[in-house]
């Protein structure tokens, strides 16, 4: 089907026949359209720069008061352990050594041995 004539708008009409009436009005007088066309644009492009500054201002208070909270380690203090005497500190040291099982093992592991002993032979 070929393309309407554009100087024909009763053609070109009813090929858009499901738009709205106020727009095909327009496109019989294409000087308004022209004219309202740019003004439209930029009261697009406005809404969209107030809507794009509202997001950015919550983004920014969000990240604001996420930063502003306390770190994991901010609210523990130290717990300053009570000194105890010298000679009680010696006496559980030596009741802890007392009643501790103590048992022999190797200071080297198998490997350890095989490693060592290959070395020595080859130093000597």
């Known amino acids: ?16 026949r499901f738009m709205p009436p106020e727009i095909l009005a327009l496109l019989d007088k294409p000087i308004s359209l022209l004219i309202l066309l740019p003004i439209g644009a930029a009261i ?27 770190k994991w380690g901010s609210k523990i203090t130290p717990i300053k352990p009570e000194k105890p005497q010298a000679l ?9 050594v007392i009643h501790a099982k ?18 020595d032979k080859a130093l000597a």
């Open 1 to 16: 089907m070929p393309l309407p004539c554009v100087c024909n708008s009763v053609k070109l009409i009813s090929y858009f």
């Open 44 to 70: 697009g492009i406005e809404v969209e720069r107030l809507v794009e500054g509202q997001k950015r201002a919550e983004r920014r208070t969000y990240w604001q008061g996420r930063n502003a909270k306390p």
């Open 88 to 96: 009680d500190l010696a006496a559980d040291q030596l009741r802890h």
């Open 102 to 119: 103590f048992t022999a093992r190797p200071l080297l592991n198998q490997g350890k041995q095989r490693l060592l002993s290959v070395l």
